[in-house]
């Protein structure tokens, strides 16, 4: 699996999570259903374009070092979102070798070819051209269809696009066959994700604003040399709004990674955003991030509910087996969703069904069997893996140290003893100064169980 990275020139905003988080959850997934994924992800640290010079040189910094601060964050911004690295992050600074072989492999079968200002790929040599987005060169209105150098360009203005970029003053270069200069950013991905994954490969990721021309020329670059199939499918994450716009810096319509997290916590930011399907369009807004938060509390309550009943040593007190059947269609459920096109917006609604059902099922003793509530946990456990990724274990799941345990378990024991000697003043003290510390305290027909309660967590 092959998914474009960011270009490191920027900080990560809320609309590249989406990509980064989509394609995780995809990972993950894949995993648990016994795939072996092997995940290449590269970092765009080579385009420059005149607006990023400029801001190098207003920082005062040399481009090397602002490229690097921005690698850095990047993965810095991934981690604070849960997101488990790819198994190879090439950077595209370290493989301009590998991207000038294949170049040099296009000129030499006549499917690209020198100009004054770098080398082109000529899309007519590739009659697939279009078989992606459905774009029809034909289709080209007069004047247009020429040569176009910039990495973004609209079907309009379509035509040869560059795959090698002679140097312009102040921009860093590298040395080639056509003089110094810089590859292409779509000659990058075709390079890279051939050199690790082979000339075909199962699934290459994106945004949708990848789809054309990025995804397409990577087509006609990787096919036009190896004569092979390029991807078997493609995966394209629709976009994220911002109150209803697109994001845009100059219209100050704009919410970066490091200002959302501060501000919503990570654990909601991606709980809201995979609720929703990958290839729906949605809106990041105060008023819908705001309504996931129960959802989300619900979650919680049910993995650590059920982790520390788990972890209780309680026996049956009565038929559990309609529970263990509601789990058994909850698995498949959740299942069934993911295998449709990784639904995730279903796959949450079956799971928060579930919950409901549990909680009803488990009222009013608020208790089940450890067995059951093992099995259970386990459940939400490898599902909210899936869609928390890292915030699982770091925000989800509260564990609570041994000698924790241990402390309150001699407090509730010398609770019992009170109580049984008829001394509710001690009994009462106790459990009042345990709720205060943060605690829950509930008498149950096998004895006293404790959690830590949500708000202290
Ligand atoms: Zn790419």
New binding site residues.
Partial sequence: MYS?GLTVNDYMHIGNARVYLVWDVVKRYLEYSGYKVLHVS?VTDIAVEDRIIREIKALGVSFQKFIEDFTRFYFEDRASLGIARANVHPLATQHVQQMIELIEKLVRMGFAYAAEDGVYYSISKFPAYGKLSGFDPKALKAGAGGRVSGEDYSKESAGDFSVWKSVKPDEPYWYSPWGKGRPGWHIE?SAMSMLYLGDSFDIHA?GED?IFP?HEN?IAQSEAASGKPFVKYWLHTRHLFLNGRRMSKSLKNYLTVREAVPKYGAALIRFFIVSSHYRSQMDFNETDIRAAEPRLERFKEAVNLMHSLANEHIEASRDESQLTASLEAARKGFQDAMDDDFNTSLAITNLLEFIREVNRNIEPEKTISSGTASKIYSFLEATGGILLGDLFDREILVTVPDVVTRLVRTLLDERDKARQAGNYALSDSIRDRLIQAGSEVQDTKTGSLWRLKSKAR
């Fill in positions: 474009c590269n991905c994106g990848n990025h990577e």
